[in-house]
């Protein structure tokens, strides 16, 4: 029903910047969209979400490093990633979720994002 397609991983120095893509095709509305991520050995945390209304919620280890935002009228949403640490390694995935008869939640495939030291 919902499909996310990501772009905009890749390797990066310390310091640098990145900016991921994601866009949903949905044939019912999506409540909220966000970015998680996974590093090796370690579970999916959440990084940044955005709600339909515009509300943002970030992860104390990006707040102020990272910016989610939504194009105006899509289901597209970015994540801005600015002064990366090598601790920002992992696949980040796109999630969406929405309300039809339950709660549903949709994932990318992810997008790997490494950074060197």
């Known amino acids: 029903q919902v499909q996310l397609v990501e772009s905009g991983g890749g390797l990066v120095q310390a310091g640098g910047s990145l900016r991921l893509s994601c866009t949903a095709s949905s044939a019912f509305e999506i409540t909220v969209m966000g970015w998680y991520r996974q590093a090796p050995g370690k579970q999916r945390e959440m990084v940044a979400t955005?709600?339909?209304?515009?509300?943002?919620n970030y992860a104390d280890a990006v707040k102020g490093r990272f910016t989610i935002s939504k194009a105006d009228g899509e289901d597209t949403i970015y994540l801005q990633m600015l002064s990366l640490i090598p601790e920002d390694t992992a696949v980040y995935y796109c999630n969406a979720g929405l309300y039809v008869a339950g709660p549903q939640d949709y994932w990318g495939q992810g997008t790997q994002v490494t950074v060197s030291s």
């Open positions: 955005i709600a339909s209304g515009g509300i943002t």
